[in-house]
């Protein structure tokens, strides 16, 4: 039976970038059916809700989804639908590659390096936040449990495994949180032992960062909490040039959810100008969870065919190129 994928197209240039994804998965012609649904501000106009019913129903009956961009207003309910797909799905790991593609302007080259972020709890969720009555005393509760932490770690190795990465690197804040980041860091010890083949290092999140800007090439999986994850992974965006073609997969053990890092982009928004690589990469690491190998890596190829040749570049690449010249550039490499 042929895979549905649920498709929020988003807000900004979500729809644009979104078009332009969906040709080249056509251009793969695996069969792929899809189901437009809609968050997001989009939603919000079209039905009044953020987060529609049907497109949480969709959601949880077809198990993936590739999503645009999505805008959360201020004061409706939640603080990001984002956030709020991940409580929902229970998305609890993050990952977010950073490589480099040869041609592209970044600070090094030849950088490949995946976070791994726990994406439910620690304290990014900014859980029992309060201020109190006369403004001088802010507070929120930092939580990290022994499960959390451990199907996390567990997915970071076996995501070593699985595609042959040699080293794990566990960022943590353990000589200053010891108990919220020392939980963390001792339940992914215990999970690293069942993985002998691998590499399993430790760093303190401030050295990491230093680490990270000195010599990118010391790292291969890093494994860590929500808050660090959020923070390390646009450092890493940065090393290889930029969010214009940084990928994310929210996975869970119910659905996964694809998507590209960057926002909505309003001031290029309905311009046709937007670079749609990086919902093209989250596209492929789409394909791979569905067990598409060989295209996702037909479609990665592709992409940094296009990239290394300069192929109509949109703008923000430095090209002169529209969003439907890329996915045309792209999609001439899968003919
Ligand atoms: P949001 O509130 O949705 O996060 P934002 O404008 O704060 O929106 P981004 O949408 O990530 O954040 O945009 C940051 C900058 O990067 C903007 O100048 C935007 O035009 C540019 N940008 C982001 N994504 C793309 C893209 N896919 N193609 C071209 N430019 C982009």
Known sequence: MSQTIVV?????????????TLGVLEALALGLRFE????????????????PPDTLEAIGRHRVALKGPLTTPVGEGFSSINVELRRRFDLYANVRPARSFPGMSSRYEGVDIVTVRENTEGA????????????????SLIRVTRRGSERIARYAFELARRTGRRRVTVVHKANILKTTSGLFLKVSREVAREYPEIDC???????ACMQLVL???????????????????????????????APAANVGTEAAIFEAVHGS?????GKGIANPAALMLASAMMLEHL?????????????????RSRDRLTPDLGGQGRTADFAAAVSERLA
């Open 8 to 20: 929020i197209p988003g807000d900004g240039i979500g729809p644009e970038v979104m078009e332009a």
């Open 201 to 207: 290092r430790e760093m303190i999140v401030d050295n």
């Open 291 to 307: 067990g598409h190998a060989d295209a996702a890596a037909r479609l990665r190829n592709a992409i940094a065919d296009t990239l």
């Open 124 to 139: 990014y969720l900014a859980e029992g936040q309060s201020l109190s009555a006369d403004g001088e005393v802010a507070q």
């Open 265 to 269: 982009a309003p001031d290029i928004a």
């Open 215 to 245: 010599d990118p090439s010391r790292f291969d999986v890093i494994l860590t909490t929500n808050l660090f994850g959020d923070i390390l992974s646009d450092l890493c965006a940065g090393l290889v040039g930029g969010l214009g073609l």
């Open 36 to 51: 437009v649904h809609h968050a997001g501000l989009t939603a919000l106009e079209r039905v009044g809700e953020l987060l």
